[in-house]
Nanobody, 122 residues
Framework: QVQLVESGGGLVQAGGSLRLSCAASGRTFSYYNMGWFRQPPGKEREFVAVISRSGGGTHYADSVKARFTVSRDNAKNTVTLQMNSLKPEDTAVYYC???????????????WGQGTQVTVSS
């Protein structure tokens, strides 16, 4: 079992940056591929980024590629999403999640955090 807690959300102007963190409990963190998802107001949850167990593999949604960077520290049981050049359309609740597979499919993630709000003003 893995418990996930996100932090780092907030209000930022367009063009600014935010760094989201996700702290995981449990001794099996390094077993899981870790994903970031977001749910914009009135829309469905969507994939943002995923990082492999070792951190050697990553994949991003086209909408965030070259602006967002995902990383992890298995010694500290944390995964981070660095978000640069933020746009108003990045406004959403952001979630981290853990999966056994390296996947972008929401339904393949077994564990989810409670989410953190990111609001980008124009």
């Amino acid at each position: 079992q893995v418990q996930l807690v996100e932090s780092g959300g907030g209000l930022v102007q367009a063009g600014g940056s935010l760094r989201l963190s996700c702290a995981a409990s449990g001794r099996t963190f390094s077993y899981y591929n870790m994903g970031w998802f977001r749910q914009p107001p009135g829309k469905e949850r969507e994939f943002v980024a995923v990082i492999s167990r070792s951190g050697g593999g990553t994949h991003y949604a086209d909408s965030v590629k070259a602006r967002f960077t995902v990383s992890r520290d298995n010694a500290k049981n944390t995964v981070t999403l660095q978000m640069n050049s933020l746009k108003p359309e990045d406004t959403a609740v952001y979630y981290c999640a853990a999966a056994g597979a390296f996947t972008i499919a929401t339904n393949e993630y077994n564990y989810w955090g409670q989410g953190t709000q990111v609001t980008v003003s124009s």
